[in-house]
């Protein structure tokens, strides 16, 4: 399923983890972020639903290591809340 993504807002808390990454991790961050904004399930990115307390919210994967947390708005807007390992989803 293609969902192509036209706006997506990010929170103080990930904007300040972003600005903590590795410049070669925020480079492959925003290459990640463009295929997200033109297919948020592109299998490279393995999409996933989080659980738990988190039910609500999605991931998707930076690299083996690093994850971007967030929330649907709607079908076409995305709330960027936080970037990191899976400590991230504390």
């Known amino acids: 399923m293609i969902r192509p993504i036209r706006r997506i ?12 990454l ?6 492959l961050a925003h290459k990640k972020d463009a295929l997200f904004r033109t297919d ?7 999409t ?3 659980g738990g307390v988190l039910k ?15 929330y649907f708005v709607d ?3 995305v709330l960027y809340i936080s970037i990191g390992t899976h400590g ?3």
């Open 9 to 20: 807002d990010t929170t103080a808390r990930f904007e300040k983890e972003f600005g903590r």
């Open 22 to 27: 590795e410049k070669r991790v925020q480079q």
């Open 40 to 46: 948020a399930f592109h299998p490279s990115l393995e």
């Open 48 to 50: 996933h639903k989080l």
């Open 56 to 70: 609500d919210d999605w991931a998707y994967s930076v690299n083996k290591q690093y994850r971007v947390h967030f």
């Open 75 to 77: 079908d076409h807007t």
């Open 88 to 90: 991230i989803y504390r």
